[in-house]
């Protein structure tokens, strides 16, 4: 342990989190240190952001030559080579013909929102505007992207929300198909895997059904993969398995390597129906987080580094399904990649909070989920001592 610091004061912070325990100072790919000296294990990523890890060198390297070059923000009145460079490597590794950038996921999801819309409306379908979202899915704290959220408690204070939200349970596919029969519907918003909602993966078969679905009834089909996609399930793509592809897919958490951005991808045909002034973001894009994006973008996306993330993946499913076989805590473990919930009797906070204790940090997923979110360049001695860790507190 090393000397004991200060705790900073922040009663100037709004106080809508809890954070926990030490301050953490510096950070070396999996670990985290505190002020105090004091190591922990990061199974947490940033909430999924760091995919690299802490204090990637690509990534450190790609910020300083954007800040010695001098530009760091124009705004979109002008063009940088950045946003142009990374919106080419999603364009040439995705479905999409476009990328729209802006700072977050949740405004990703009120971009995708509003895109749905406007295409509706070029075709003529003026009153085509409502949304088939998901029972479980979560996509932001927005006013759009909270009401396609199901969570009550975090929509009862911010009500009225956006009108229009239906909520269909996955694998519900007749329940999906009534809702579209009705002509009313723009475009069905889904996440490949549940991950705030219990990490619930959901079936290919599903996906595909929506697909179909969706091009019977002309709605768009949208995919959320701001926390499963860009390396974390060992594809690229979170939605690569099913063999289908979205009409537009949100992204951000790992995207920029740490700094905050987001990019709604989309086709040609959504595209085509957004005209100059339809939509806009002052920060998006800009030289600076683009910079950090595309290398962080060309290091997930190599085919020899997803390889490793799903070779380690397969450790990780074999130590989970030890821990659930030896644990009795231990109901179920369920996820894909470099993304777990292992859902315990009990409080997961409870769980979280005592992993903190002992050097290991983690977070929710609901009230009885553990979620597992290591950097993809963890270890497999990290891996086993991780889930050596939580076998501990459980």
Not at 101 to 107: I, L, M, V, Y
Request: aromatic share 6%; proline share 6%.
């Amino acid at each position: 342990m090393g000397m004991t610091a200060a705790t900073p004061d922040t009663s100037a912070l709004l106080g809508v989190y809890r954070p926990a325990g030490p301050v953490f100072v510096a950070g070396e790919r999996a670990w985290l240190v505190s002020e105090e000296g004091d190591r922990f294990l990061d199974f947490t990523s940033g909430i999924a952001v760091n995919a690299l890890g802490h204090g990637d060198p690509d990534v450190a390297a790609a910020i300083r030559a954007a800040l010695d070059a001098g530009v760091v923000h124009t705004s979109n009145l002008f063009r940088t080579r950045p946003a142009a460079e990374l919106a080419e490597w999603l364009v040439e590794h995705s479905f999409a013909d476009r990328v729209f950038f802006c700072n977050s996921g949740a405004e990703a999801t009120e971009g995708a929102l509003k895109f749905a819309r406007r295409w509706a409306r070029s075709l003529g379908h003026d009153g085509r505007t409502d949304v088939i979202a998901f029972r479980g899915g979560f996509h932001g704290r927005t006013m759009g992207a909270l009401a396609a959220t199901d969570r009550p408690a975090y929509q009862a204070p911010f009500a009225p929300l956006m009108p229009g939200v239906h909520f269909a349970g996955v694998d519900d596919v007749d329940g999906v198909a009534k809702l579209l029969a009705g002509g009313t519907v723009a475009a069905v918003l889904i996440e490949p895997i549940q991950a705030e909602g219990g990490v619930l993966p959901v079936k290919p078969g599903f996906l595909q059904a929506l697909r179909a679905l969706c091009d019977a009834a002309g709605a768009l089909l949208v995919f959320d993969e701001v926390q499963v996609g860009l390396g974390r399930t060992g594809h690229l793509w979170a939605h690569e398995p099913a063999g289908v592809a979205p009409d537009l897919m949100t992204l951000a958490k790992p995207l920029a390597g740490g700094l905050p951005m987001g990019a709604v991808l989309m086709t040609e045909r959504v595209a085509a129906a957004m005209q100059p002034g339809d939509h806009g973001t002052t920060f998006g894009g800009g030289p600076l987080v683009a910079s950090a994006a595309l290398a962080a973008c060309r290091k997930i996306g190599d085919p020899s580094f997803l390889a490793e993330v799903r070779r380690k993946s397969h450790e990780l499913a074999n130590h989970l399904g030890a821990l659930a076989l030896s644990n009795p805590r231990v109901r179920d473990v369920r996820g894909a990649g470099m993304i777990w919930g292992v859902e315990v009797e009990g409080s997961a906070a409870g769980v979280v909070a005592r992993a903190l204790e002992a050097g290991l940090l983690l977070c929710t997923a609901g009230p009885d989920v553990v979620r597992i979110l290591p950097p993809l360049v963890v270890s497999d001695d990290e891996l086993r001592r991780g889930i050596d860790l939580l076998d501990e507190v459980l």
